[in-house]
């Protein structure tokens, strides 16, 4: 089954940076995938923050992070299911703060605007003040 560990979350001052990680395995359903990181702050619906597409690296922000966060992958071609994502997240604000979610769909990110992911993480804490 699919797993998917986050990390790289904390409290950091309006302006400063993290990185998230996200290591991903067990997908077995193609050799393509599309991975994201949702987030949902105290009181909001979760949100779509980024996506990456495992099989040619195709990227998709948020209008409210374009420009401050990069989407980004370990490896260029996945390792019998398994691969490693980052989020940047650089000039954070207040409003920045969040759980962020790995997410992983299915064979591509053709969906991402509007299907709910399949595979979610924990979740990592990222907090600004």
């Known amino acids: 089954h699919v797993q998917l560990v986050e990390s790289g979350g904390g409290s950091v001052q309006s302006g400063g940076s993290l990185r998230l990680s996200c290591a991903s395995s067990?997908?077995?359903?193609?050799?393509?995938?599309?991975l994201g990181w949702f987030r949902q702050a105290p009181g909001k619906e979760r949100e779509r923050v980024a996506s990456?597409?495992?099989?040619?690296?195709?990227?998709?922000?948020?209008?409210?992070v374009k420009g401050r966060f990069t989407i980004s992958l370990e490896n260029a071609v996945n390792d019998n299911g398994k691969n490693t994502m980052y989020l940047q997240l650089n000039a954070l604000l207040p409003e920045d703060t969040a759980m962020y979610f790995c997410?992983?769909?299915?064979?591509?990110?053709?969906?991402?605007?509007?299907?709910?992911?399949?595979?979610w993480g924990q979740g990592t804490q990222v907090t600004v003040s």
């Open positions: 997410v992983l769909v299915p064979y591509s990110c053709q969906t991402w605007s509007w299907a709910w992911p399949r595979d």
């Open positions: 067990g997908y077995r359903d193609s050799a393509n995938y599309c």
């Open positions: 990456i597409y495992t099989g040619d690296g195709t990227t998709n922000y948020a209008d409210s």
